[in-house]
Nanobody, 114 residues
Framework: QVQLVESGGGLVQPGGSLRLSCAASGIIFSINAMGWYRQGPGKERELVATITTSGSTNYADSAKGRFTISRGNAKNWVYLQMNSLKPEDTAVYYC????????WGKGTQVTVSS
């Protein structure tokens, strides 16, 4: 089992920045990839960014150039630095981990509004 806990969401003005954090616990040695997904109001959950244990990253087109995913030195942390935020980035952001099974955190709300 893997447990994921997100933090760092909140209210930010358009053009602002936020940094999301996710801590993984449990059987973390088996994790081969972690990432962030989001679900906006009335929308389906969508990929934001992923990172593998080797450091390979993948971004949604909407995140490229504005968001950066990274992992901590201990490898059980994953971060999402979000810059130049737009109102359409408003969503619940979920941390995800995969070790052959998919695990999800409970999510953290990000609201971009003036």
């Amino acid at each position: 089992q893997v447990q994921l806990v997100e933090s760092g969401g909140g209210l930010v003005q358009p053009g602002g920045s936020l940094r999301l954090s996710c801590a993984a616990s449990g059987i973390i040695f088996s994790i081969n990839a972690m990432g962030w997904y989001r679900q906006g109001p009335g929308k389906e959950r969508e990929l934001v960014a992923t990172i593998t244990t080797s450091g390979s990253t993948n971004y949604a087109d909407s995140a490229k150039g504005r968001f950066t995913i990274s992992r901590g030195n201990a490898k059980n942390w994953v971060y999402l630095q979000m810059n130049s935020l737009k109102p359409e980035d408003t969503a619940v952001y979920y941390c995800h981990a995969n070790n052959g099974r998919n695990y999800w955190g409970k999510g953290t709300q990000v609201t971009v509004s003036s």
